[in-house]
């Protein structure tokens, strides 16, 4: 089973930018679907984003227009761009296979002034 490792999180102010990276331990060319999820403190895990092997793309309302996903099957990554963030951003974020029951760290994320 591909281990993912999530980096790229950190601190940033409201209206900034940060770009996040998943990592997998082993080739994800043949995994249809990886996406994003987010949890912030006192609520649920929450999906994020999805991209397919053929590159279609979906995404949560609250994120539309700002976030975008992307995947590198050359390299086993998947990139979340992150764009005009909000306070309401704030979660730890992690990328998994839909449906997939093993989650990694995540990576924190905190928008703020």
């Known amino acids: 089973q591909v281990q993912l490792v999530e980096s790229g999180g950190g601190l940033v102010q409201p209206g900034g930018s940060l770009r996040l990276s998943c990592a997998a331990s082993?080739?994800?060319?043949?995994?249809?679907?990886m996406a994003w999820y987010r949890q912030a403190p006192g609520k649920q895990r929450e999906w994020v984003a999805t991209?397919?092997?053929?590159?279609?793309?979906g995404y949560a309302g609250s994120v539309k227009g700002r976030f975008t996903i992307s995947r590198d099957n050359a390299k086993n990554t998947v990139t979340l761009q992150m764009n005009s963030l909000k306070p309401e951003d704030t979660a730890i974020y992690y990328c998994?296979?839909?449906?997939?029951?093993?989650w990694g760290q995540g990576t924190q994320v905190t928008v703020s002034s």
């Open positions: 998994n296979i839909p449906g997939g029951k093993s």
């Open positions: 082993g080739s994800i060319s043949s995994i249809y679907a």
């Open positions: 991209i397919t092997s053929t590159l279609a793309t």
